[in-house]
């Protein structure tokens, strides 16, 4: 069986080093720009991308798209060099024999056939804890205050939570927080996944610990500038929340609405994907909750973005969670006409929940940077989310407490 080898970089030697072994390996290819490499890789031609010079080394997002064709990714670097430590390169001394890299490869292959089960780490007890997606029609439905406060009662509840604000349009839990951060944390998780010794712990140091109510939680704030959006690589993104839910009971991440994908139009090139961040993250959560706003526009909206997810991420886990529910925004019991016009013209997913309009609590807990626990701790909006959030005891599945001694920022 051959396996098809493109190489970056115009290397004689090495090339007559693959050939004359005469072996599995097979040059199809030599690329002296990493856009032409990738662009054979995407279309099926290489099944290894073999990097042949130290000074075209692929940035974080080329190897992403090198990656996500299931092309194994190799490079010829010194022992010394640190800008090949990301987990999914295989490195090759610069004077490898054939024999070497052949055997390197066609281990990488096997691995990415037969992919290893991760080892537990120290402490752990084997499972994973639950990645609960927060999301929404555009329109301002109140997804992030949602997700801010479900967070902080699963912390007081006595779970380990980390919140993670994704939404590249228009980040905000840092403000609902009261919190100056300008350092983004979020940024700070997709840069440390690339890093050698990427795990659990080197993730959880990236947030910040803030006190809410009687216990703490992990945040790791968004982007504050809209501009920044590139930093936020969605497959790095997936690797550090896939880290995370390792070291947390409860993953929460709020969500940009917009899904699109209409950058893919561009065939000519790789740009990155400002949408790309909610659909790869839809794809490994556990479960989505859609907040949806529960008046004559949101609804429609909701129905249409649920028909768009589902071409983007068939099967997501979606539940429906009505925010804002009012008499004046639906009528007289707008839970029953909610219930019903969502059972004749809504998608077959699920009802959780229908939080009440408390616009002056909600305006109070904005003004004050606290969670509504510590605002309004007897409000009925507060009863509501915590009710969804289907948590039956205290203890937290690593049997670790959280009340860690940092407060909020």
Not at 97 to 107: C, M, R
Not at 234 to 250: G, N
Not at 325 to 353: K, N, T, Y
Not at 368 to 380: D, F, K, N, V, Y
């Amino acid at each position: 069986m051959s396996i098809p080898v493109v190489v970056l970089g115009g290397d004689e030697l090495l090339i007559r080093r693959i050939e004359g072994h005469r072996g599995e390996l097979v040059v199809t290819r030599v690329c002296e720009e990493m856009s032409e490499a990738v662009a054979l890789c995407a279309a099926g031609g290489a099944s290894v991308l073999l990097v042949a010079q130290t000074s075209l080394m692929p940035s974080p997002e080329q190897i992403d798209l090198v990656v996500a064709q299931r092309v194994i990714l190799a490079v010829l670097v010194e022992d010394d060099d640190e800008r090949a430590l990301a987990e999914d390169i295989v490195r090759f001394s610069p004077d490898a024999a054939a024999e070497v890299l052949e055997a390197g490869i066609t281990d990488a292959l096997e691995k990415l056939d037969f992919p290893d089960v991760p080892d537990v780490g120290a402490g752990q007890t084997g499972e994973n804890g639950r990645v609960v997606c927060f999301w929404g029609a555009p329109g301002a439905p109140g997804r992030s205050t949602v997700s801010l406060n479900y967070a902080a009662e699963a912390a007081n509840a006595g779970e380990s939570v980390v919140l993670i604000d994704a939404d590249t349009y228009a980040a905000s839990i840092a403000s609902l927080l009261g919190l100056m951060e300008e350092s983004a944390a979020v940024v700070q998780l997709c840069r440390a996944v690339d890093g050698v010794g990427a795990d659990a712990l080197r993730m959880e140091a990236q947030c910040l610990n803030v006190r809410v109510g009687d216990a703490n939680m992990s945040v790791a704030t968004g982007i504050p500038r809209a501009s920044r959006w590139p930093e936020v690589r969605p497959s790095a993104l997936r690797k550090a929340v896939t880290l995370l839910r390792q070291r947390f009971d409860r993953v929460v991440v709020d969500l940009s609405s917009c899904i699109e994908t209409d950058e893919q139009l561009s065939f000519d090139t790789h740009a990155p994907q400002r949408n790309g961040v909610p659909l790869e993250l839809m794809r490994i959560a556990d479960e989505v909750v859609m907040v949806v706003a529960a008046d004559s526009i949101g609804v429609p909206r909701a129905i249409r973005a649920l028909d768009e997810l589902d071409e983007q991420v068939p099967g997501a886990p979606v539940k429906i969670l009505f925010n804002k529910v009012s008499a004046a925004g639906v009528g007289a019991s707008p839970q029953r006409r909610l219930a019903e016009a969502w059972q004749r013209f809504g998608p077959m997913h699920p009802v959780i929940g229908y939080l009440p309009n408390d616009a002056t609590v909600c305006d109070a807990a904005v003004l004050a940077g606290s969670p509504l626990l510590e605002i309004s701790p007897r409000c009925s909006l507060r009863r509501e989310i915590r009710a969804i959030l289907g948590h039956s005891g205290g203890k937290s599945r690593h049997g670790r407490g959280r009340l860690l001694l940092g407060a909020r920022k």
